[in-house]
């Protein structure tokens, strides 16, 4: 994953931005200035009539555009991009995506994952309209990248000569080594055609579904921290990774993140979370940041 570096160009006559957001283990960003398909892959599940079962039910359309209040304004370079079918058609291909245990743990993974994403793709500021946190999913591709996110090492997803592999989607898939994986199992050339994450918004959605709910050991996956079946090892005791929201930041970007006091980001995480679970009814649950926690790989 990667965070990207902001690019702003204003003209004031047309309101028009020139910026983007991404995900873990790269630089943050605040806005703070003026505003005015295709499918890929295979799957067990009918993507042309989205359920309205499982999280559907949870995130209806109308709470979705609550949600994300400012995701289509023109300011947003994702404007129009991440609209509700795509997600729904994406959570099909995942079925236990906000399908585990009572309501309530029900609709605090879909908060929870709705609030990733947000901070990810984020084009809030502190004084910005509807708030910080009303601007979720307003990019979908890293902006000035500072590298191709080319892991020359790793022979098991080689990259492809003049494909980049920044962040794109709502969690900003980075890497090879995650493009790759992510291609092959929901369908499509993750290193030959990365640039699918950034136009398809279904696939974008998938990545980062398949994100969400696969483990990538030693890291759970953040399904499982959020439906209560994280079970620690002995080293997660040691690093104190404990079940919450926290600990899902920490699957995310803790090499970045977590082990520090009061972070920005992780601030803005929660900041999300707090705004989504109230709009679904839900408690925040415990352990909401991941100060106290050693990242993984850490010494």
Not at 48 to 62: F, K, L, M, Y
Not at 113 to 129: K, R, V
Not at 206 to 219: D, I, Y
Not at 233 to 247: E, I, T, W
């Amino acid at each position: 994953m990667a965070r990207p570096s902001l690019l702003v160009a204003l003209v004031l006559a047309a309101s028009l931005f020139v910026s983007n957001a991404g995900v873990a283990e790269a630089s943050w960003w605040r806005w703070d200035c003026f505003f005015p398909s295709r499918r890929h892959g295979g799957g067990d599940h009918d993507h042309h009539h989205p359920s309205r079962r499982g999280v559907a039910s949870i995130v209806t359309e109308d709470v979705y555009h609550s949600l994300f209040l400012h995701k289509d304004d023109a300011a947003c370079p994702a404007q129009n991009f991440y609209n509700y079918t795509a997600f729904l058609r994406a959570a099909a291909r995942f079925p236990g995506f906000a399908a585990a245990g009572d309501l309530a743990t029900r609709k605090r993974e879909a908060a929870a994952f709705l609030a990733q994403i947000s901070h990810e793709t984020t084009g809030g500021w502190a004084t910005a309209p509807d708030g910080p946190y009303a601007w979720g999913l307003c990019f979908k591709e890293e902006v000035s990248p500072p590298s191709d996110y080319c892991d020359a090492n790793n022979t098991q997803w080689p990259c492809v000569p003049g494909k980049s592999y920044h962040g794109r989607g709502p969690i900003q898939l980075s890497w090879n080594y995650n493009y790759g994986p992510a291609g092959k199992a929901l369908g499509f050339d993750g290193l030959g055609e990365p640039e699918l994450v950034a136009s398809d918004p279904y696939v974008a959605f998938e990545t980062a579904l398949w994100f969400w709910m696969t483990p990538q050991p030693p890291k759970p996956s953040c399904h499982d921290v959020m439906v209560g079946r994280y079970m620690p090892s002995d080293a997660d005791k040691a690093a104190n990774r404990v079940a919450g929201f926290g600990l899902t930041t920490n699957i995310i970007n803790g090499g970045l993140e977590c082990g520090i006091a009061d972070q920005p980001q992780v601030n803005d995480r929660v900041g999300y979370f707090r705004r989504y679970c109230d709009l679904l009814g839900v408690d925040v649950g415990d352990n909401l940041d991941c100060a106290n926690q050693k990242p993984y790989g850490s010494s």
